[in-house]
């Protein structure tokens, strides 16, 4: 089994899982799995950032995590790397993810553990223009 970490709609971060490994453990209720999709939706436009603007990608917020079997994917929920890890934000643009993670564990949602890689050791990384030529968080 593998299990994907969505960090935009263009970029997919993989995590490799197994059941004796310290994997997503998520509550995969409908309300659960609701939320997590709306979260899903939210984060392309909190990676938004201004290249220009120091820090502009200096908050973290959890990943969104799909089960991949063949071609299919399915949300699982929500996992957070350990700080440093690669899941960064424009911290001006995390109020529709806060609000949506207050739901999420409002409603005994729980954000799992991801096996991450190792944390940036130089602060956050900075705001990229991206294919498009917009500013974005990688």
Do not use: H, W
């Not at 960090?7 to 209720?29: E, G, K, P, W, Y």
């Not at 934000?89 to 207050?102: C, G, H, K, M, S």
Request: aromatic content about 4%; some cysteine.
């Amino acid at each position: 089994m593998r299990v994907l970490v969505r960090l935009s709609l263009f970029a997919l971060t993989s995590c490799a899982s197994s059941a004796s490994d310290s994997a997503v453990r998520s509550n995969s209720s409908p309300e659960c799995i609701a939320i997590a999709d709306e979260y899903a939706a939210a984060l392309p436009d909190a990676r938004r950032c201004e290249p220009a603007v120091r820090d502009a990608c200096g908050a973290q917020r959890p990943l969104v995590v799909f089960k991949k079997v063949g071609d299919q994917q399915t949300l699982e929920g929500l996992c957070q790397c350990p700080p440093g890890g690669p899941a960064y934000v424009n911290p001006t643009r995390t109020a529709r993810l806060d609000e949506l993670l207050a739901r999420f564990t409002s409603n005994g949602c729980e954000i799992g553990f991801c096996p991450c890689p190792s944390p940036r050791t130089d602060g956050p990384p900075p705001c990229a223009t991206n294919e498009t030529g917009t500013g974005a968080c990688p």
